[in-house]
């Protein structure tokens, strides 16, 4: 079993950034694909960013193309999403997960972080 926690989370004008972060513990991290979901007010959670195990490949929703950024440091058992050129239709509550298997198979993933908060003003 591995827990996650996510940070970086809150408030930025359209156009800004923010960087995310998941701090994994319980396992060895480096078994696992990660990926980065969100749920927006109403909707449902959907895909945003995902990476193997190696970060050797990466995967990304067509909405956040070119604009989001995944990243692993397996030695620090971490996982970043960078965020850049936000817009409002980016406000949502981001969550990590964890995957034993490929990172692109949403209904796969296993373990799940509490979320973090991004909001995006106009």
């Known amino acids: 079993q591995v827990l996650l926690r996510e940070s970086g989370g809150g408030l930025v004008q359209a156009g800004g950034s923010l960087r995310l972060s998941c701090l994994a513990s319980g396992s060895t991290f480096s078994r696992y694909g990660m990926g980065w979901f969100r749920q927006a007010p109403g909707k449902e959670r959907e895909f945003v960013a995902g990476?193997?195990?190696?970060?050797?490949?990466?995967y990304y929703a067509d909405s956040v193309k070119g604009r989001f950024t995944i990243s692993r440091d397996n030695a620090k058992n971490t996982v970043s999403l960078q965020m850049n050129s936000l817009n409002p239709e980016d406000t949502a509550v981001y969550y990590c997960a964890a995957t034993n298997y490929e990172p692109t198979i949403p209904r796969l993933y296993s373990f799940w972080g509490q979320g973090t908060q991004v909001t995006v003003s106009s």
């Open positions: 990476i193997t195990w190696s970060g050797g490949r990466t």
